[in-house]
């Protein structure tokens, strides 16, 4: 089990290493601590601080893929701080 993990971990970096994608920074890092929380012993408490990484970069990564709405006429991160343009129909009609 203890190795899945590991081989889950290293093929998250190596898709990182092809990619660029910081998100899966994030899945490699619970991939690893998964594992570090599994090999240690039930009373150990450095399992504990594992699962709790792993916990907070779970979450970590589901503030990275949540979808976020997007505000009409405000600046957007996708066009560098440009504002949205408006669609052609409306410019026409504004026209007229």
Same mark, same amino acid.
């Given at each position: 089990?203890?190795?899945?993990?590991?081989?889950?971990?290293? $093929? =998250?970096?190596?898709?990182?290493? *092809?990619?660029?994608? *910081?998100?899966?920074?994030?899945?490699? =890092?619970m991939?690893?601590?998964?594992?570090?929380?599994l090999?240690?012993?039930?009373w150990?408490?450095?399992?504990?601080?594992?699962?709790? &990484? $792993?916990?907070l970069a &779970?979450l970590?990564?589901?503030?990275?893929?949540?979808? *976020? @709405?997007?505000?009409? &006429?405000? @600046?957007? /991160?996708?066009?560098? &701080? /440009? @504002?949205?343009?408006? @669609? *052609?129909?409306? $410019?026409?009609? =504004?026209?007229?």
């Amino acid at each position: 089990m203890v190795g899945g993990f590991i081989a889950a971990s290293v $093929v =998250a970096l190596v898709q990182f290493a *092809r990619v660029r994608d *910081r998100r899966l920074l994030l899945l490699a =890092a619970m991939f690893a601590l998964q594992s570090q929380a599994l090999g240690r012993q039930w009373w150990d408490v450095w399992k504990d601080v594992c699962q709790g &990484g $792993v916990c907070l970069a &779970g979450l970590g990564l589901l503030f990275t893929l949540s979808p *976020r @709405p997007q505000h009409d &006429g405000l @600046p957007s /991160a996708r066009t560098g &701080g /440009a @504002p949205t343009p408006e @669609p *052609r129909a409306a $410019v026409d009609e =504004a026209k007229q």
